[in-house]
């Protein structure tokens, strides 16, 4: 629809209407000076946004005006000094911490890299362009690529800096991915303005102030601070599990007659040759998809209505127990843990429930921690000194809604203990 508005619109003229914008991307060290001052003086809002080729800061891109930004490099290749590279780093710091409001594009990535690695922490940060997006419409799509192809005129660019063919318009590859990092913040300052306005027009700023911007510092110490692991029962619990699923595979191997696994899991065309070939079973079809699945759902159907012959039940039995160790084993992978013997992740606001999302961390480590399975959650340890809780969640929808209401027996009702009333008898 919004397309079809827009041509509408465009009808209207002949020229092409594209936003002017100037992307300086190779500044000395005055001139980030100058722009530091310039913004301290001028800015009311201030965008930042980052490139981490290779798991580290390449450069940080400012923009207090959609028409302009200012990229800054941060290797020592750039600066050819470790004194100057350092001073950068400084102009940086100052620039993070001037009063201006600050807005970001999921920021939660770049304000953990920021902390992390450089212990920079952001200050007046108001805005989150993802999250705004997110208020105004959580079934939408949020990248910002999707976001400015809507709401802006920039031309699409987020190949740019990865298409061979798009880079050599640049000079150099560093500068395809200097203006790539400039165009994303002077994209995400416009975005800013267009979402606040819409905001304030539907009178939303304050729910976008309770129930958004005051999670960012929290959310962001919650991904940096991580949990810790128990690193021998992580290790014992692989170890042990990756001999079961060996031994389980050798038995379905002699029930089969051949290996059923490939190099990583079951196959599951080899394993479907020997549920509706060899066994005989009637084949099980994908509605969506048209071909035939053995996924866990599957198996265990098959179970309930065949599992009467021997060599179906232990061929089911041994696919769902070889699955389910798999399945454990995803999250003792060694490689998840980071080298303080912490488990973290990253945080976002994309769900269409407004629940928060989950992922692995902003330097590829970690997990969802928002799905970890019961049989694992004994291998994490509280801080010294501390304990985990776990909630009683007996009726707790119910029990929410009714101290919502303000009505004297509803909170009663909510406060008593579910062996003494089943609300829902």
Excluded at 3 to 27: G, M, S
Excluded at 248 to 275: C, H, M, N, T, W
Excluded at 334 to 351: K, M, Y
Excluded at 381 to 388: H, R, V
């Amino acid at each position: 629809l919004s397309d079809w508005q827009r041509i509408v619109r465009d009808a209207t003229f002949r020229d092409t209407r594209l936003p002017a914008r100037e992307h300086f991307i190779r500044p000395t060290l005055s001139d980030v000076e100058s722009y530091v001052a310039d913004v301290d003086r001028d800015a009311e809002t201030l965008s930042l946004d980052i490139e981490t080729p290779g798991g580290r800061v390449a450069c940080i891109a400012f923009s207090h005006d959609p028409a302009f930004s200012i990229t800054v490099p941060t290797t020592l290749d750039y600066w050819q000094t470790e004194t100057t590279l350092a001073d950068v780093w400084d102009l940086i710091r100052r620039l993070c911490d001037l009063p201006c409001e600050k807005v970001l594009q999921n920021g939660l990535f770049d304000t953990y890299y920021l902390a992390e690695d450089h212990d920079i922490a952001l200050r007046n940060w108001q805005y989150d362009t993802m999250a705004m997006h997110h208020l105004l419409d959580a079934t939408d799509t949020h990248s910002l690529a999707y976001m400015a192809s809507v709401d802006t005129r920039e031309p699409y660019w987020k190949d740019d800096s990865t298409d061979p063919e798009e880079m050599a318009r640049y000079a150099s590859d560093r500068d395809a991915m200097w203006t790539y990092c400039g165009k994303d913040a002077a994209v995400t300052r416009e975005l800013c303005a267009v979402y606040r306005g819409r905001l304030a027009d539907e009178q939303r700023l304050d729910f976008y102030d309770r129930h958004y911007r005051r999670l960012f510092l929290p959310l962001l110490r919650l991904m940096r601070r991580g949990l810790r692991v128990d690193e021998g029962a992580r290790r014992r619990r692989h170890t042990r599990l990756s001999a079961d699923v060996i031994s389980l595979q050798d038995a379905l191997s002699v029930l089969a007659g051949e290996p059923l696994y490939g190099k990583v899991a079951l196959s599951p065309k080899r394993l479907a040759k020997f549920l509706y070939g060899t066994l005989g079973l009637p084949k099980q079809v994908n509605r969506k998809t048209g071909g035939v699945t053995t996924a866990e759902v599957t198996i265990r159907r098959l179970l309930l209505k065949y599992g009467t012959n021997p060599r179906v039940r232990e061929a089911g039995e041994l696919v769902l127990d070889i699955r389910r160790k798999q399945k454990l084993m995803e999250f003792y992978q060694p490689a998840q843990t980071d080298a303080d013997g912490r488990l973290r992740c990253s945080i976002r606001f994309t769900t269409e429930t407004g629940r928060l999302a989950a992922r692995e961390s902003p330097k590829g480590t970690g997990r969802n921690l928002f799905n970890v399975d019961r049989e694992v959650r004994d291998t994490y340890l509280p801080e010294p000194g501390m304990l985990f809780v776990e909630g009683d969640l007996a009726q707790a929808e119910d029990r929410v809604v009714g101290m919502l209401t303000g009505h004297p027996d509803l909170i009663a009702l909510a406060r008593t203990p579910p062996w003494e009333v089943d609300v829902h008898r």
